[in-house]
T-cell receptor, first 114, second 110 residues
Framework: DSGVTQTPKHLITATGQRVTLRCSPR?????VYWYQQSLDQGLQFLIH???????AKGNILERFSAQQFPDLHSELNLSSLELGDSALYFC?????????????FGPGTRLTVL | GQNIDQPTEMTATEGAIVQINCTYQ??????LFWYQQHAGEAPTFLSY????GLEEKGRFSSFLSRSKGYSYLLLKELQMKDSASYLC???????????FGSGTKLNVKP
């Protein structure tokens, strides 16, 4: 158990809908990262937040957005869902945003878009 | 762009040693990570290299050569539970972005 929690574990929805995925980092960690893992794309970095502020953006679509709240939990919002958005979404946390920080991954949310 | 290459799949025997290679072409390299991921589970951190050389951690070691854009993960005394995918990831300096290789699926046979 990494100490990172994600809810829900599974999510099934329809195209065009909007969903919110939630992540609680390990106690004391200030950084949260979001990743998408699909069969054809592998693991893709989406976005990084540190202490409430966006620090880096990766391959995140405009239909997706994220935020980190004052209590440091984070939410990833996915809208206008398409079939191709079906994937495993991981969040990870690290203590700070230093170069050597280890990232600890949550168990993931499996999103299925029908 | 960023390019990270790993072999797709490898097979090794229990008790043996296996080396999983990762080559990368990135701008602004600042750190290489190895993760283990069992099917259907989250990745778990194995090692981090930012300077050239070998980092040893129990049965696992990781090597980095920045000039060659090359890293390897060495697994000794293989166990059946080591059957998993091994992901190489590169961090880009100043942007704090991560790029993952497609992973190497390791099959450990008795």
């Amino acid at each position: 158990d990494s100490g990172v929690t994600q809810t829900p574990k599974h999510l099934i929805t329809a195209t065009g809908q909007r969903v919110t995925l939630r992540c609680s980092p390990r106690s004391g960690d200030l950084s949260v990262y979001w990743y998408q893992q699909s069969l054809d794309q592998g693991l893709q970095f989406l976005i990084h937040y540190y202490n409430g502020e966006e620090r880096a953006k990766g391959n995140i679509l405009e239909r997706f957005s994220a935020q980190q709240f004052p209590d440091l939990h984070s939410e990833l919002n996915l809208s206008s869902l398409e079939l191709g958005d079906s994937a495993l979404y991981f969040c990870a946390s690290s203590a700070l945003a230093e170069l050597s920080d280890t990232q600890y991954f949550g168990p993931g949310t499996r999103l299925t878009v029908l | 762009g960023q390019n990270i290459d790993q072999p797709t799949e490898m097979t090794a025997t229990e008790g043996a040693i296996v080396q999983i290679n990762c080559t990368y072409q990135t701008s602004g390299f600042n750190g290489l990570f190895w993760y283990q991921q069992h099917a259907g589970e989250a990745p778990t951190f194995l090692s981090y290299n930012v300077l050239d050389g070998l980092e040893e951690k129990g049965r696992f070691s990781s090597f980095l050569s920045r000039s060659k854009g090359y890293s390897y993960l060495l697994l000794k005394e293989l166990q059946m539970k080591d059957s998993a995918s091994y992901l190489c990831a590169v961090r880009i300096y100043n942007f704090n972005k991560f790029y993952f290789g497609s992973g190497t699926k390791l099959n450990v046979k008795p």
